[in-house]
């Protein structure tokens, strides 16, 4: 199991735990079925992170609540 933060949709800013391997994930929502997906990204000045983002989030979205919430 590893750590992972989950960014987009009505988990957005949850922490959770995730077995190692799994990929892609499908939650309920507050909108209906949310699908999540693993990215890896590299942020300045806290280095390499995992994450579940919402399929379908663009990179710069992401990268930029990304940074919103290691603040």
């Given at each position: 199991m590893t750590h992972v933060l989950y960014v987009g949709g009505s988990k957005d800013g949850t922490r959770g735990m995730m077995p190692y391997?799994?990929?892609k994930l499908q939650a309920e929502g507050?909108?209906?079925?949310?699908?999540?997906?693993?990215k890896t990204m590299q942020l300045h000045g806290?280095?390499?992170v995992r994450v579940m983002a919402l399929e379908g989030?663009?990179?710069e979205v992401l990268a930029r609540q990304l940074q919103h919430h290691y603040r």
């Open positions: 391997g799994l990929r507050d909108n209906g079925i949310e699908i999540y997906v693993e806290v280095g390499r989030l663009h990179e």
